[in-house]
């Protein structure tokens, strides 16, 4: 083969080639005994990113758990989001469950990815676990997530699709989220899974009551920026009253269901004190409902007007002040009640009356239900729930006749629903509430002519106890609530 004299031979060529490939090999092995390993790993990246700026188009955002000592939300709602993302051709996943779950979760493993697509922009996940610089070492290891998109979507992955993934992680956590109910044990809360299967379908009161309240709890829920914006702590009052076995407990229950809240079982005669009262609060979370059963006999408030004086009173060695009405109100309304979100708190009663006015006005008790006898319409509700009897078959023979025996006050669900459980077979069951609705009338109507004897004989005497001029007010109100007391 020819060869140019002024182009070197193959053999000088190869020779060349050979004796900078061992120059360079020195070079290398003699910078990495003398140069430290965090300087080389600067100097490759930065030589990376000079060679490759100008060519990659892909951005990576990192998302870890770690927010400054803090849980970071994006991580924890990255984790719930793709959970319901995982593709069947996963290699390798992560389970868990823990004692409060119903199901099984799963969870992305080390290395794996997950596809996305968000307004035609394609986005991929991956779960990466850094074990650290040592075998071994658990106190080096973190977890995190890498997001990668195209550079020009930035904006609208940070500002539309974050936002979008910590919605739906919302939801997810709802959906799976088990309610708790806690209660009072000095002082701290104790809580057991609340399994209480009462809902609104099942309850039984007028469909229009339903409606209004479920109309009520879902314009709360979605109005935390309105309350934001008029400067309210987002709250929400309810007022349950009405005679006994109306149902007020199972309202509470189908509420919380409804809304997916836990259910905080406050006894105010279990509470000392004020202080006591703001710690629990404190210790409450935010998606709650906050429950206190017969407030009118729970606790002996001091009256309000009857200030104490400096230095009467309490002795230099109590403690604390008592459980007092306008801790109560501070607790509700007050500057107490703006620590947290999404609060229900709701009062029962059978007695709506004997209630202080201070409580029951707009801004403590939004909502005032009253909860009375059973209608022959929440009676259907029953009949369906305990004896299958819905509106898709022919109504019982009986209706008509426990429709016309229902009419006014005189059964209350719980009475209803004792008879119902008494058989599963439905003639006998509705015979049975047809021979109580019957005593019931027959002894409202031999009741019903003493209580208006009775009423008649209370006004005349109240007329007797007024002046002819204007007396004493206190001396007159006096004898009238001595009449009251002696003829009831």
């Not at 539309?160 to 209660?183: F, N, Q, T, W």
């Not at 509705?430 to 009338?441: A, D, I, Q, S």
Request: aromatic share 8%; proline share 4%; charged share 30%.
């Amino acid at each position: 083969m020819f060869f140019s004299k002024d182009l070197p031979s193959p053999t000088s060529f190869f020779t060349a080639y050979a004796s900078m490939a061992g120059y360079m090999m020195m070079i290398r092995s003699m910078a990495h005994q003398l140069i430290p390993g965090p300087v080389q790993d600067f100097i490759y990246s930065s030589l990376h990113t000079l060679l490759f700026r100008s060519t990659s188009t892909t951005l990576t955002l990192t998302i870890d758990d770690d927010n400054m000592g803090m849980h970071n939300e994006i991580y924890q709602a990255a984790q719930t989001y793709l959970s319901t993302k995982i593709s069947p051709e996963a290699a390798r996943i992560r389970i868990s469950k823990g004692h409060r779950d119903k199901h099984v979760n799963l969870y992305l493993s080390d290395g794996e990815t997950v596809n996305d697509v968000y307004q035609n922009v394609e986005l991929k996940w991956r779960f990466v676990t850094d074990r650290g610089d040592k075998k071994g070492d658990d106190d080096g290891r973190s977890e995190y997530f890498e997001l990668s998109f195209d550079k020009k979507h930035k904006d609208l992955i940070l500002n539309s699709y974050i936002p979008h993934v910590e919605s739906k992680a919302k939801e997810i956590r709802d959906e799976r989220r088990i309610l708790m109910l806690h209660s009072l044990n000095r002082l701290r809360w104790d809580s057991v899974i609340f399994e209480h299967p009462s809902t609104f379908k099942t309850i039984a009161m007028e469909d229009e009551l339903k409606r209004d309240i479920m109309e009520d709890l879902d314009r709360f829920i979605r109005r935390k920026d309105y309350y934001k914006k008029v400067g309210k702590a987002w709250k929400r009052g309810y007022l349950l009253h009405g005679p006994p076995g109306t149902g007020k407990s199972s309202l509470v229950a189908a509420m919380a269901n409804y809304l997916k809240f836990d259910v905080y079982d406050l006894q105010l005669a279990s509470v000392m004190g004020d202080s006591d009262l703001r710690r629990l609060l404190l210790a409450t979370r935010n998606r709650s409902i906050i429950v206190i059963e017969d407030i009118d006999c729970a606790v002996d408030f001091p009256n309000r007007l009857e200030q104490q004086q400096p230095g009467e009173g309490k002795n230099c060695g109590d403690s604390q002040a008592p459980l007092t009405l306008s801790g109560l109100l501070n607790f509700i309304d007050g500057l107490w009640s703006s620590c947290g979100d999404e609060r229900i708190i709701i009062f029962t009663t059978n007695h709506k009356d004997r209630l202080d006015p201070a409580l029951l006005r707009p801004g403590r008790m939004d909502m005032h239900i009253y909860m009375g006898h059973c209608t022959f319409q929440g009676f259907k509700t029953l009949a369906s729930n305990y004896l299958g009897l819905n509106g898709t078959t022919m109504p019982h023979l009986l209706y008509p006749e426990i429709e016309r025996l229902m009419d006014g006050e005189v059964i209350t669900p719980a009475q209803v629903a004792e008879e119902l459980m008494k058989s599963e077979d439905a003639d006998v069951a509705l015979e049975g509430l047809v021979n109580v609705l019957e005593k019931m009338r027959f002894k409202a109507n031999e009741l019903s002519p003493v209580l208006k004897k009775k009423e008649s004989r209370l006004e005349r005497d109240e007329m007797r106890a007024r002046p002819d001029t204007e007396g004493s007010p206190r001396k007159n109100s006096k004898r009238i609530k001595k009449l009251v007391l002696f003829w009831t």
